[in-house]
């Protein structure tokens, strides 16, 4: 689903990679994956890259730098 929001940011825009990246936010959540969620995340500061998602960036680089500490995810920091 991550994967899917990430692309969609790149072909179509935020339209339909907003509510894909929502959905990928919440399977990563309920699975606890670390990785899952790191993916969500991206993809969620991918698919909000429009000045209006300012703060839902943000709330996803707080969240990856978290699992960044958790995981020593290189990715993650720097993402984050």
């Known amino acids: 689903m991550a994967a899917l929001a990430a692309q969609h940011s790149i072909l179509d825009g935020p339209g339909r990679a907003g509510p894909l990246s929502e959905q990928a936010m919440e399977l990563a959540d309920r699975a ?24 839902d960036r943000l709330d996803a ?8 500490g958790r995981t020593h995810d290189p990715w993650a920091e720097v993402w984050g």
């Open 61 to 68: 680089a707080e969240r990856m730098l978290t699992l960044a």
């Open 32 to 55: 606890g994956t670390p990785s899952a969620q790191i993916s969500a995340l991206r993809a969620r500061q991918m698919a909000r890259a429009d000045p209006d998602g300012a703060y």
